[in-house]
Protein backbone atom coordinates (compact mmCIF):
# COMPACT_ATOMS: atom_id res chain seq x y z
CA UNK A 1 0.00 0.00 0.00
CA UNK A 2 2.04 3.10 -1.27
CA UNK A 3 -0.50 5.96 -0.16
CA UNK A 4 -0.24 8.78 -2.69
CA UNK A 5 2.26 9.17 -5.10
CA UNK A 6 3.61 11.97 -7.35
CA UNK A 7 5.94 11.92 -10.61
CA UNK A 8 8.16 13.24 -10.69
CA UNK A 9 10.23 14.62 -7.27
CA UNK A 10 11.80 17.66 -9.50
CA UNK A 11 11.89 19.24 -11.93
CA UNK A 12 13.29 22.14 -13.56
CA UNK A 13 11.52 24.02 -16.90
CA UNK A 14 12.11 27.11 -19.42
CA UNK A 15 9.54 29.58 -19.16
CA UNK A 16 6.84 28.38 -22.08
CA UNK A 17 7.78 24.73 -21.66
CA UNK A 18 4.96 22.45 -20.62
CA UNK A 19 4.81 19.37 -18.52
CA UNK A 20 2.52 17.24 -16.32
CA UNK A 21 2.93 16.15 -13.04
CA UNK A 22 1.05 12.61 -11.85
CA UNK A 23 -0.36 11.71 -8.74
CA UNK A 24 -1.49 8.09 -8.24
CA UNK A 25 -3.43 7.10 -5.33
CA UNK A 26 -4.13 3.11 -4.26
CA UNK A 27 -6.52 3.49 -1.69
CA UNK A 28 -9.72 3.88 -4.17
CA UNK A 29 -10.29 7.61 -2.48
CA UNK A 30 -13.01 9.09 -4.42
CA UNK A 31 -11.48 12.82 -4.01
CA UNK A 32 -8.16 14.17 -5.21
CA UNK A 33 -6.67 17.35 -5.05
CA UNK A 34 -3.93 19.17 -6.58
CA UNK A 35 -2.33 22.17 -4.36
CA UNK A 36 0.75 24.41 -4.27
CA UNK A 37 3.25 25.35 -1.75
CA UNK A 38 5.16 28.94 -2.09
CA UNK A 39 7.87 29.62 0.40
CA UNK A 40 6.85 30.42 3.94
CA UNK A 41 2.99 29.72 2.73
CA UNK A 42 0.08 28.01 3.73
CA UNK A 43 -0.90 25.51 0.66
CA UNK A 44 -3.70 26.57 -1.78
CA UNK A 45 -6.02 24.48 -4.00
CA UNK A 46 -5.83 24.32 -7.33
CA UNK A 47 -7.58 22.29 -8.55
CA UNK A 48 -9.85 19.32 -7.10
CA UNK A 49 -11.62 16.40 -8.35
CA UNK A 50 -14.64 14.09 -6.42
CA UNK A 51 -14.56 11.42 -8.39
CA UNK A 52 -13.52 9.90 -12.03
CA UNK A 53 -13.61 11.96 -14.86
CA UNK A 54 -15.07 15.31 -12.76
CA UNK A 55 -12.42 18.06 -11.99
CA UNK A 56 -13.56 21.32 -10.73
CA UNK A 57 -11.73 24.50 -10.07
CA UNK A 58 -10.23 25.79 -6.78
CA UNK A 59 -8.68 28.84 -5.40
CA UNK A 60 -6.09 29.23 -8.03
CA UNK A 61 -6.55 27.67 -11.21
CA UNK A 62 -5.29 30.08 -13.54
CA UNK A 63 -2.33 28.41 -16.23
CA UNK A 64 -3.40 24.98 -15.09
CA UNK A 65 -5.46 22.35 -16.71
CA UNK A 66 -6.09 18.97 -14.70
CA UNK A 67 -7.78 15.58 -15.86
CA UNK A 68 -9.38 12.03 -13.99
CA UNK A 69 -9.73 9.36 -16.61
CA UNK A 70 -8.90 7.20 -13.73
CA UNK A 71 -10.48 6.94 -10.45
CA UNK A 72 -6.55 6.12 -9.36
CA UNK A 73 -4.78 8.94 -10.89
CA UNK A 74 -4.74 12.79 -11.02
CA UNK A 75 -3.02 14.69 -13.82
CA UNK A 76 -1.92 18.38 -13.53
CA UNK A 77 -0.79 20.48 -16.84
CA UNK A 78 1.01 23.34 -16.97
CA UNK A 79 0.40 24.27 -20.88
CA UNK A 80 2.69 27.43 -20.61
CA UNK A 81 4.90 27.27 -17.91
CA UNK A 82 5.75 30.44 -16.43
CA UNK A 83 8.31 31.44 -13.22
CA UNK A 84 5.18 32.50 -11.09
CA UNK A 85 4.39 28.92 -10.96
CA UNK A 86 8.33 27.76 -9.48
CA UNK A 87 6.69 26.38 -6.60
CA UNK A 88 6.28 23.12 -4.80
CA UNK A 89 3.03 21.12 -5.84
CA UNK A 90 1.31 18.33 -3.43
CA UNK A 91 -1.44 15.69 -4.53
CA UNK A 92 -3.71 14.66 -1.75
CA UNK A 93 -6.88 12.13 -1.68
CA UNK A 94 -9.39 11.91 0.50
CA UNK A 95 -12.54 8.64 0.75
CA UNK A 96 -15.82 10.52 0.07
CA UNK A 97 -17.71 9.24 3.05
CA UNK A 98 -19.37 12.01 5.12
CA UNK A 99 -17.93 13.49 7.87
CA UNK A 100 -14.46 11.89 6.93
CA UNK A 101 -12.20 15.22 5.64
CA UNK A 102 -9.06 13.13 6.62
CA UNK A 103 -6.83 14.10 3.34
CA UNK A 104 -3.50 11.84 2.53
CA UNK A 105 -0.93 13.65 0.88
CA UNK A 106 2.19 12.76 -1.56
CA UNK A 107 5.62 13.74 -0.99
CA UNK A 108 5.27 16.54 -3.93
CA UNK A 109 7.14 18.00 -6.52
CA UNK A 110 9.93 20.60 -6.64
CA UNK A 111 9.09 22.58 -9.48
CA UNK A 112 11.72 25.28 -11.24
CA UNK A 113 10.51 27.55 -14.07
CA UNK A 114 13.66 29.91 -15.11
CA UNK B 1 -15.89 31.08 3.46
CA UNK B 2 -14.84 30.56 7.09
CA UNK B 3 -11.05 32.28 7.68
CA UNK B 4 -8.70 31.36 9.99
CA UNK B 5 -6.47 33.26 12.56
CA UNK B 6 -3.47 31.36 14.23
CA UNK B 7 0.09 32.50 15.86
CA UNK B 8 2.59 32.76 13.24
CA UNK B 9 5.05 30.96 15.51
CA UNK B 10 4.96 29.19 19.23
CA UNK B 11 8.33 28.32 21.22
CA UNK B 12 8.24 25.73 23.66
CA UNK B 13 10.46 23.68 25.94
CA UNK B 14 10.57 19.34 25.40
CA UNK B 15 8.19 17.92 27.60
CA UNK B 16 5.68 21.21 28.21
CA UNK B 17 1.71 21.00 27.31
CA UNK B 18 1.36 22.91 24.30
CA UNK B 19 -1.91 24.96 23.56
CA UNK B 20 -2.41 26.65 19.81
CA UNK B 21 -5.31 28.26 19.48
CA UNK B 22 -7.27 29.21 15.93
CA UNK B 23 -9.99 31.71 15.32
CA UNK B 24 -12.58 31.15 12.84
CA UNK B 25 -15.58 33.61 13.86
CA UNK B 26 -17.87 32.64 11.01
CA UNK B 27 -17.72 29.21 10.56
CA UNK B 28 -20.81 27.61 9.21
CA UNK B 29 -23.27 24.63 10.94
CA UNK B 30 -21.97 22.48 8.75
CA UNK B 31 -17.84 22.88 9.19
CA UNK B 32 -15.97 21.06 10.64
CA UNK B 33 -12.39 21.93 11.97
CA UNK B 34 -9.47 19.89 11.25
CA UNK B 35 -5.94 20.02 11.83
CA UNK B 36 -3.04 19.39 10.09
CA UNK B 37 0.92 18.84 10.76
CA UNK B 38 3.85 19.33 7.98
CA UNK B 39 7.91 19.16 8.42
CA UNK B 40 9.69 20.71 6.18
CA UNK B 41 9.55 19.06 2.95
CA UNK B 42 7.12 16.99 3.21
CA UNK B 43 2.84 17.00 2.64
CA UNK B 44 0.60 18.03 5.68
CA UNK B 45 -0.41 14.74 7.93
CA UNK B 46 -3.65 14.95 9.47
CA UNK B 47 -3.84 14.62 12.83
CA UNK B 48 -7.78 15.31 14.27
CA UNK B 49 -10.57 16.39 13.24
CA UNK B 50 -13.63 18.30 15.21
CA UNK B 51 -17.38 19.55 15.28
CA UNK B 52 -18.20 20.21 18.93
CA UNK B 53 -16.58 20.09 22.25
CA UNK B 54 -13.71 17.87 23.38
CA UNK B 55 -12.09 15.21 20.92
CA UNK B 56 -8.72 12.94 21.57
CA UNK B 57 -6.59 10.23 19.81
CA UNK B 58 -3.42 9.40 20.76
CA UNK B 59 -1.42 12.31 19.51
CA UNK B 60 -3.59 15.18 20.43
CA UNK B 61 -6.45 16.91 21.50
CA UNK B 62 -8.83 19.48 20.00
CA UNK B 63 -11.32 21.72 22.67
CA UNK B 64 -14.09 23.40 20.81
CA UNK B 65 -15.98 25.80 22.97
CA UNK B 66 -19.84 25.83 22.25
CA UNK B 67 -20.02 29.11 20.22
CA UNK B 68 -17.26 26.80 18.04
CA UNK B 69 -15.52 30.24 17.03
CA UNK B 70 -12.12 28.95 18.02
CA UNK B 71 -10.88 25.56 19.02
CA UNK B 72 -7.22 24.66 20.69
CA UNK B 73 -5.04 21.85 19.88
CA UNK B 74 -3.46 20.47 22.60
CA UNK B 75 -0.15 18.79 22.04
CA UNK B 76 0.47 16.56 25.46
CA UNK B 77 4.63 16.59 26.40
CA UNK B 78 6.01 17.45 23.14
CA UNK B 79 9.05 16.58 22.02
CA UNK B 80 11.85 17.83 19.61
CA UNK B 81 10.19 16.03 16.80
CA UNK B 82 7.24 17.83 17.12
CA UNK B 83 8.65 20.92 15.91
CA UNK B 84 6.97 21.22 12.73
CA UNK B 85 3.72 23.81 11.45
CA UNK B 86 0.66 23.22 12.18
CA UNK B 87 -2.40 23.99 10.52
CA UNK B 88 -5.76 25.00 11.25
CA UNK B 89 -8.88 24.64 8.73
CA UNK B 90 -12.26 24.77 8.62
CA UNK B 91 -14.71 23.27 5.95
CA UNK B 92 -18.12 21.96 5.04
CA UNK B 93 -17.44 18.14 5.07
CA UNK B 94 -20.61 16.58 3.54
CA UNK B 95 -20.62 13.91 0.98
CA UNK B 96 -21.74 16.02 -1.82
CA UNK B 97 -20.03 18.97 -0.90
CA UNK B 98 -16.80 18.75 -2.69
CA UNK B 99 -15.18 18.76 0.24
CA UNK B 100 -11.97 21.34 0.75
CA UNK B 101 -13.29 23.48 -2.27
CA UNK B 102 -13.97 26.22 -0.06
CA UNK B 103 -11.03 25.58 2.34
CA UNK B 104 -7.89 27.32 2.90
CA UNK B 105 -4.49 26.32 5.07
CA UNK B 106 -3.12 29.80 5.55
CA UNK B 107 0.07 30.23 6.83
CA UNK B 108 -0.67 27.97 9.93
CA UNK B 109 1.62 28.44 13.24
CA UNK B 110 5.52 27.35 13.68
CA UNK B 111 6.45 25.43 16.42
CA UNK B 112 9.63 25.40 17.77
CA UNK B 113 10.11 22.83 20.17
CA UNK B 114 13.38 23.45 22.27
CA UNK B 115 15.78 21.27 24.25
Known amino acids: NAGVTQTPKFRVLKTGQSMTLLCAQD?????MYWYRQDPGMGLRLIHYSVGEGTTAKGEVPDGYNVSRLKKQNFLLGLESAAPSQTSVYFC?????????????FGPGTRLTVL | LAKTTQPISMDSYEGQEVNITCSHNNIATNDYITWYQQFPSQGPRFIIQ???TKVTNEVASLFIPADRKSSTLSLPRVSLSDTAVYYC????????????????FGTGTKLQVIP
Open chain 1, 27 to 31: MNHEY
Open chain 1, 92 to 104: ASRTGTSGSNEQF
Open chain 2, 89 to 104: LVGDMRANSGGYQKVT
Open chain 2, 50 to 52: GYK
